[in-house]
């Protein structure tokens, strides 16, 4: 993709890391290559705001759809740290058949 757009590969990752963003030129050479708008690339609806969180279900409580809207703020990397902190901290195999052998 970097050499179909002309752009160094430590350039894109960059972008796609989050470390760095697009400059406007940028923007408009990605929407291009992507066939979509601008405005689609960033994600901006019709009514021309950012949607913060998804669409959810009334099942979400206000705390949760908070920890959406802040983890969707941190860049890929840090993103990750949170996926594998929650991965460490849910029950094992072993534990959840331990616990339903005790019920």
């Known amino acids: 993709m970097a050499e179909q757009l002309n752009i ?3 350039t894109l990752s960059h972008w796609e890391c989050d470390y760095q963003e697009p400059a406007f030129k940028d ?4 929407s ?6 601008v405005d689609e690339l960033l994600g ?5 705001t950012v949607p913060t969180v998804l669409p959810v279900g009334e099942s979400y409580t206000r705390e949760e759809r908070r920890l959406i ?3 969707r703020q941190l860049n890929h990397y840090k993103q990750e740290l949170i996926k594998n902190n929650i991965k460490a901290m849910l029950p094992t195999e072993a534990e959840s058949a331990q616990k ?3 019920n």
């Open 69 to 71: 809207e802040d983890y």
């Open 44 to 48: 901006i609806s019709e009514g021309g």
């Open 8 to 10: 160094s590969i430590p």
């Open 100 to 102: 339903n052998n005790r």
């Open 27 to 30: 923007l408009i050479m990605l």
């Open 32 to 37: 291009t290559f992507f066939n979509v708008t």
